[in-house]
């Protein structure tokens, strides 16, 4: 990665058709690994899964970056929902792509 650029990451998605109790939203959360969570750095941002339910590979925004010459890139992301409790099924992460937004 090169210093100032701005980047995006997304998660690759599957919710087959015959996925079930996804209606307690997703959080999605990017931030710099230096960082404490919810601290400077942070991202956060909630995602009604059932929209993409049946919709075949998706890809979800997870959040975004830019970039500096002391922090070339060193970030986490994670995608959770821990707080309805309920098992859930139907969906297959392909993977996470990190790309520069022009």
């Known amino acids: 990665m090169a210093p100032w650029t701005h980047y995006e990451v997304l998660f690759v998605v599957n919710l087959k058709d015959s996925a079930f109790k996804w209606n307690a939203a997703v959080k999605m959360n990017l931030f710099y690994i230096n960082s404490r969570p919810g601290?400077?750095?942070?991202?956060?941002?909630?995602v009604d899964m059932r929209q993409h339910i049946g919709k075949g590979w998706?890809?979800?925004?997870?959040?975004?970056?830019?970039?500096?010459?002391e922090n070339v890139g060193l970030i986490g992301f994670r995608m959770s929902e821990v707080d309805s409790g309920d098992n859930r099924g139907g969906l297959?992460?392909?993977g996470v792509l990190i790309r520069p937004i022009n």
């Open 39 to 46: 601290g400077p750095g942070t991202q956060e941002r909630a």
């Open 92 to 94: 297959i992460v392909k």
């Open 58 to 69: 998706v890809t979800i925004h997870a959040g975004e970056f830019i970039t500096t010459p």
